[in-house]
């Protein structure tokens, strides 16, 4: 008698079905068997893989990885690491405000007053009087006639550009553009075009080719650009988003504090009308020693995003103690520009012995962002090692954050600084240099 089932013309409609669905089951156990692991466990990611890889490089090299230490106290001019003091060049605090008095007792003011979060998005029940004044006075410091404020810096970027833009749209940005900037872009889905570093002229070229295609165009540059220290000039791209009738959106997470008379950022720094730009960006991270983000810009375009930024909306309200310190730091920046005097000093302080020295500080000029090129990665984690052996702390950037051949060890100078510090720093340099044979 054949061991093989009957013709499917003598199946009942029941055992069809689960003859199917047997063979279905087999079927999908089968292709599941061929699917790469890589495809399913995070472990076995190419990505993570390569990342393994590097950091064994360096510890063949006898090289520690220099990220990720355990810093003790406040991040000002000095650092501690593992009880030591470290001269400290790895901080946004520009102008010494995160653990100033005023800023800190504002924030512990709060936290006795609302708590230490809002307990909710602000349009439910998170909003607090501090949220409005805060960005009330951060409006009236840039000149514009509104603000809105987020709770972290890049959600800031990503939120607004892909809220704001679409399919139908295109955007212009630069190559050095920050993570978030990048990010926001993808997010919308808008037509994407890079243009060469600071080159107006380049996107000018862009801008009469491409522009007339879409419906809203975006041109976006940065006040200080956070890896190079060097600043557009803004002026040019004004006048292209004029010309082109584009929106223009400046990020100033590392330029508001430090640049112009008052520290108000790249527009006081060239002079012009705060109303040319349609979105300044800004963090509270840095000169404003807290947390968070915020747009500024036309009363239009900050009610409409106060009512449908998703990164706004969908996310809790600035925390009380974060809020009110951001608020105290600008309250003490307009009321001692001396800080931004002193910022500023010690930034072109900084270059101008360096490059006496003979060390390249790359494209940074008049920002407290100053780069010494190593351009070979090994070389600019061992010097940056050889720096934290002599007290000096300063962090190595290398691929992927910037490209193989442009490794290089990043100094963020602050007001507190001294001149001793500075000179001590600049002597040390220029040693270890020499002794890699950069």
Known sequence: MSNFPKASSQLSADAKRKLLADLLAKKVRAEAQEIPSEYYRFEDYPEYQQLREQRAQIHSLGLTPPYFSSHEGIAADVTHIDGKPHINYSAYNYLGLSGHPAVSEAAKQAIDEYGTSVSASRPASGQKQLHLDLEREIADFLGVEDCLTYVA????????????????????YDTLSHNSIYQGCLLSGAKVIPFPHNDADALEKLLVSQRYKYRRALITIEGVYSADGDIPHLPDFIALKQEHK???????????????EKGSGIGEHFGINPT??????????????????YIAGGQAVVDYLKYTSPGFIFSIGMSPPNTAAALAALRVLKAEPERVKKVQHNANLFVSLAQARGLDTGQSQHSPIVPIMVKNTVKAIELSQKMMQRGINVQPMTFPVVPHNAARLR????????EAQIRETVDALTEEVAKLML
């Not at 890049?154 to 212009?172: A, E, M, P, Q």
């Not at 584009?246 to 112009?260: Q, Y």
């Not at 960006?281 to 840095?286: A, F, Q």
């Open 246 to 260: 584009t929106f223009l959106m400046v990020d100033e997470a590392h330029s508001i504090g430090v640049l112009g």
């Open 411 to 418: 100094f963020f100078i602050s007001s507190t600084h001294s």
């Open 276 to 293: 040319d730009v349609d979105l300044w960006m800004g963090t509270l991270s840095k000169s404003f020693a807290s947390c968070g983000g």
């Open 153 to 172: 810096g890049h959600l800031t970027n990503v939120s607004t550009i892909g809220h704001l833009f679409s399919r139908d749209d295109i955007i212009f």
